[in-house]
């Protein structure tokens, strides 16, 4: 049974977070899922298809987690890179 999920971030921050995962999604080392992630003009896409329910779990675990682990730096980074602090 193939299971599929899409997951839309509505955030300043996509462009950013696309390239701090790409890498990650390049590699495409996972057995058991398919993962596909790109910039549109709403946000980061984000579609996960698993082979199974316990292979989705694990990729949206892996996943939801990346994508907030870079949210959250660019979050901190971000008032470095305004103008009011060069």
Known sequence: MRVTAE???ETNY???IYRAVLPEA???DF???VVDISVNETGLLLN?????SVSMRSALNTWLRLVQ???E????TQ???NEEYR
């Open 7 to 9: 997951s839309i971030f």
């Open 14 to 16: 996509a462009e950013n």
């Open 26 to 28: 390049e590699s495409n």
């Open 31 to 33: 057995e058991r899922s």
């Open 48 to 52: 996960i298809t698993a082979n199974d």
């Open 69 to 71: 682990i870079a949210y």
């Open 73 to 76: 730096v660019g979050e901190v």
């Open 79 to 81: 008032p470095f890179f």
